[in-house]
């Protein structure tokens, strides 16, 4: 019975994110076919901020020494970046080497939280920045 | 091979398949990312 149940879990995960990924593809297409940028999938459908939502326009303000701005945008813009640099120049440095493209489980877990705290942060600021 | 890490969407195992299902969902540009981790690989 827990057998069957798992399978049925197992099965359901498999239906979501094959469902999923298609309904992406419909969404992006439509906005694509208006020659229009599409906006996140679940932003729009739920009013919500993702956890890189506002990122650009931190990093905009940083550059331009607007720090408080920067934080405001999205205070985990900056931490996202470093990891996104880092975890491309392990890949590259595997690819480099002819290692297959594989990371350790570190990097599951460093994304996990800098993706949790960033949209804590961001469902917890202000909302003229979501 | 453990029921644990079997591949049960293209190539990952339950947490890589739940961690790709979040980022297209909350992240869509990083949902490369179970793809090249190794514990979400599935047998």
Redesign the interface.
Known sequence: MQRRLGQLAIEGLRLSACGLFAVWCLWNALWLVERQIPPALFCALTGLPCPTTGGTRSIACLLRGEWAESLRANALAIPIALLLALTLACLAGRLLAGRPLRLGGRFLTAWGAVLAVAWIAKLLGDRQYW | MS?NNKA???GLN??G?????LL???????CW??F??????GD
């Open positions: 029921d049960i969407f293209a339950m947490t398949t739940i961690a790709f299902v297209v969902v909350l992240c869509l540009p990083l990312l179970p090249v981790i190794k514990s979400c690989k």
